[in-house]
């Protein structure tokens, strides 16, 4: 019986080629498209389109492009209560969780903080961004956006 022994030097790095990244996003596009199957309608804005405060920056009135289809997995995050001076507000939320090289690569998609979803059909803000896991852990390739979202107030946002 052969008796183990420490090797002299440690193995190599995890090596992820760009072979080893397009069969992820393979991977990840069809279990996200065909077995999740969760669909929600990105609503990006039209920066050109918008009407923005000559001093502060802020859009005055926002305008949108047409939506999007986007495959993603939904999150929900539940209700908040929160009791300010005018009563009681309560105030639901959901995490979206994009597939980066699928919005970016194929369908040419940036999510930015202030656009809208719709999902449940239901309308939600983007508040939040993050971009929380890696691919094997290396540094410059990341998987996924993650949005938080709120739901949008009725009259904030008009899809037509």
Known sequence: MAKWTQPSAPPPPLFVGKKERDLVK??????IEKVIGQQVLYFPIDVPGSDYHPLYGEAITKSFL????????V???GGDNTSEAFGVDKVDGISVHFHKRR?????DLFVRIGDF???DSKYWEITALGEPRYLFG???HKVEIVATCKRAR?????AN
């Open 26 to 31: 393979q991977v990840n596009d069809e279990l």
């Open 66 to 73: 047409p939506p999007i289809r986007v495959y993603a997995l």
């Open 75 to 77: 999150e929900w995050q």
């Open 103 to 107: 919005l970016t690569e194929d369908q």
């Open 117 to 119: 979803v719709q999902y």
């Open 138 to 140: 290396q540094d410059p």
């Open 154 to 158: 009725e009259g904030l946002f008009d």
